[in-house]
């Protein structure tokens, strides 16, 4: 069996899962300036909200990491692809309840969530094939 993912999926998922991490590093040293936080930010409701995140993308990112090794681990892919789809979709969602548009949030986080779908459904789809 060949590799479960082409090259520039690899690349993108490795950019994507060393993403997360370089969000959290950001957000944990307070990087980020103050006007460029999404909406409500220093409510401490929507700061528990951003951290609940963590777990979420570092379970996403470890198994992406793990998952594109070697040949691949369908498995491991399944849930990394879950999981970074199910972050920027529950990115999405909160906004929209709140009402807030932000591009330089929502577009990464749409991406996220597409992402996340593209690579679940050609995992599911063609789950012997190789190249996606």
């Given at each position: 069996m060949?590799?479960?993912?082409?090259?520039?999926?690899?690349?993108?998922?490795?950019?994507?899962?060393?993403?997360?991490?370089?969000y959290w590093l950001i957000i944990g040293i307070n990087l980020i300036p103050h006007?460029?936080?999404?909406?409500?930010?220093?409510d401490p409701n929507v700061r528990a909200w951003n951290w609940s995140f963590l777990p979420l993308d570092i379970a996403a990112s470890i198994?992406?990491?793990?998952?594109i090794k070697g040949e691949g681990?369908?498995?491991?892919?399944?849930?990394s692809s879950t999981l970074t789809s199910v972050a920027g979709g529950m990115a999405i969602a909160f906004?929209?309840?709140?009402?807030?548009?932000?591009?330089?949030?929502?577009?990464?986080?749409?991406?996220?969530f597409a992402f996340g779908l593209t690579i679940l459904g050609k995992l599911l789809k063609n789950p012997i094939t190789s190249g996606l």
């Open positions: 060949g590799q479960l993912l082409g090259r520039k999926t690899r690349t993108l998922l490795l950019t994507i899962d060393f993403g997360f991490i370089l006007d460029w936080v999404f909406q409500n930010y220093d198994t992406g990491f793990i998952g681990n369908r498995g491991l892919l399944i849930i906004w929209s309840i709140q009402g807030f548009f932000n591009l330089g949030w929502w577009a990464p986080n749409i991406f996220l």
